[in-house]
């Protein structure tokens, strides 16, 4: 198994922390999300000094999708997301991404226009998605991640994917808040190690989106990562939500040891 380990940015701290963290761990890149001071004009702006400084690391991004609606019922605001989806997929590949995260979230009322409608139009925008990044050389796999209380529950990804060539990043907390246990995200990832290219790792105790450190909380990553092949080939970011980069490097550390520990 090959297993390239990287770390989620938050928002809320520093970017640049993230660099230094994952340069001490001796982590393989950033996965950098680009929204609000890190946006898709920060890779080519701000950023491109920190790309720079850290020219060892890789890089992957999560692309927007606070407000960014994938399936809605309305052509030009669907047509318009996908154009600002497929900008940053490109500015992305422009900065050198191996890998860039999209959620395949529909916001529009589902009581009014249906759930297998809007679902339908995000299958739809995934697949304009990818189209666009043939048509227009970028190396940078699309990856499309579970999200929990969505209309697309985390079972039914595969399927989404199946005419196009985008993989799947696997989000660890949001299959359990989507009712998976360890056994069952096993199983996932043991069938669907095929699509699966990417795993988001975060901890949690019950079925919450707590993005704890990597052994705070219930779930069984040594199983998980038993479960997959041993030619598996992939990326795993860990995602931990917290103001202090110790417990963010204490995780990648921990991912280290699981990964020796599988081996």
Not at 66 to 89: K, T
Not at 107 to 121: I, V
Not at 217 to 225: E, M, N, Q, T
């Amino acid at each position: 198994m090959n297993v390239e380990r990287g770390v989620v940015t938050q928002p809320d701290n520093d970017v640049a922390g993230y660099f230094e963290v994952a340069d001490a761990v001796g982590l393989d890149y950033v996965e950098v999300m680009l929204d609000g001071a890190t946006d898709r004009e920060w890779l080519s702006g701000e950023g491109r000094e920190l790309l720079e400084r850290y020219d060892d690391l890789g890089l992957a991004v999560h692309l927007p999708f606070e407000g960014l609606d994938l399936g809605s019922p309305f052509d030009g605001v669907r047509e318009a997301v996908v154009a600002e989806l497929h900008a940053c997929h490109r500015a992305a590949d422009r900065a050198g991404a191996d890998t860039a995260v999209l959620h395949p979230t529909a916001l529009a009322w589902e009581r009014a226009h249906g759930g297998a409608r809007l679902a339908a139009r995000v299958e739809r925008s995934i697949e304009e998605l990818d189209a666009r990044a043939a048509e227009a050389g970028l190396d940078a796999t699309l990856s499309v991640e579970n999200v929990y209380d969505a209309l697309v529950a985390t079972d039914d990804v595969p399927g989404l994917l199946a005419g196009t060539d985008a993989s799947m990043t696997f989000d660890t907390g949001h299959a359990r808040i989507d009712g998976h246990d360890d056994a069952e995200m096993a199983r996932f990832l043991a069938a669907h190690a095929d699509r699966v290219s990417h795993l988001h790792l975060n901890d949690t105790r019950t079925a919450a989106d707590e993005h704890l450190p990597l052994g705070a909380g219930s779930i069984d990553f040594a199983r998980l990562f038993s479960a997959l092949p041993d030619g598996w080939t992939g990326s795993a970011s860990v995602e931990v939500t917290t103001p202090n980069m110790a417990y963010v490097e204490r995780s990648a550390r921990h991912l280290d040891e699981l990964l020796a520990s599988t081996r």
